[in-house]
Nanobody, 123 residues
């Protein structure tokens, strides 16, 4: 089992920045690629970004490419999502997840999920 706890969400004005953190405990963190998803009210959960086990490869949804950066520190068992140039449409609950295998874009490919952290971007 892997336990994931997100933090760093909050209220920010459009154009601002936030950094989300996801702290992992349990099984060896570096065994897992990690992803970030988000879910806005009334919408389906949407994949945002993913990072390979040792951070050598990163992947982004087109909607966040160039604005968001995913990174990880395996020594701290933590994955991050740096979010810049935030827009109101980025408002959502953000979740980190541990990747089991398969497509990074598919939530079914992830075994472990955090409880989520709310990000609200005001216009």
């Amino acid at each position: 089992q892997v336990q994931l706890v997100e933090s760093g969400g909050g209220l920010v004005q459009a154009g601002g920045s936030l950094r989300l953190s996801c702290a992992a405990s349990g099984r060896t963190f570096s065994n897992y690629a990690m992803g970030w998803f988000r879910q806005a009210p009334g919408k389906e959960r949407e994949w945002v970004a993913a990072i390979s086990e040792y951070g050598g490869n990163t992947y982004y949804a087109d909607s966040v490419k160039g604005r968001f950066t995913i990174s990880r520190d395996n020594a701290k068992n933590t994955v991050y999502l740096q979010m810049n140039s935030l827009m109101p449409e980025d408002t959502a609950v953000y979740y980190c997840a541990g990747h089991r295998g398969g497509s990074y874009y598919n939530s079914a490919a992830y075994d472990y999920w955090g409880q989520g952290t709310q990000v609200t971007v005001s216009s």
